[in-house]
């Protein structure tokens, strides 16, 4: 099971770090990952990390913006997302998936690749 939190409302400019918290199961055997969903679009990548931290992935608007991380001890996955901007409004939502690490879908994501989703957090940023 998956806990997101973290979300709120911020203005431009400002930073948030979102928190997901697994219970059960070996977190450290899931590559994690967050996704968002804007309103009236679909979900979409945003970050992903291997199971030891190793590799890391984002999308192209978060590159440099955003950072995923990961610390198994505390089965938590985090967001930074600093230099947020209205187009950053969405529910972000964390998941899990127990797929074997290859770096063709490891680069681009896709929803189907996961096998567990936390039930979102919502991030509203105003200008």
């Known amino acids: 099971q998956l806990q997101a939190s973290g979300g709120g409302l911020v203005q431009s400019g400002d930073s948030l770090r979102l928190v997901c918290a697994a219970s059960?199961?070996?977190?450290?055997?899931?590559?994690m990952a967050w996704f968002r969903q804007g309103l009236g679009k679909e979900r979409e990548f945003v970050a992903v990390v291997s199971r030891n931290s190793y590799f890391t992935s984002y999308a192209d608007s978060m590159k440099g913006r955003f950072t995923i991380s990961r610390d198994n001890a505390k089965k938590t996955v985090y967001l930074q997302m600093n230099s947020l901007n209205p187009e950053d409004t969405a529910v972000y939502y964390c998941s899990a998936s127990s797929r074997a690490y290859a770096s063709n879908w490891f680069r681009s994501p896709q929803i189907a690749h996961f096998d567990s989703w936390g039930q979102g957090t919502q991030v509203t940023v105003s200008s």
């Open positions: 059960g199961g070996s977190f450290n055997t899931y590559i």
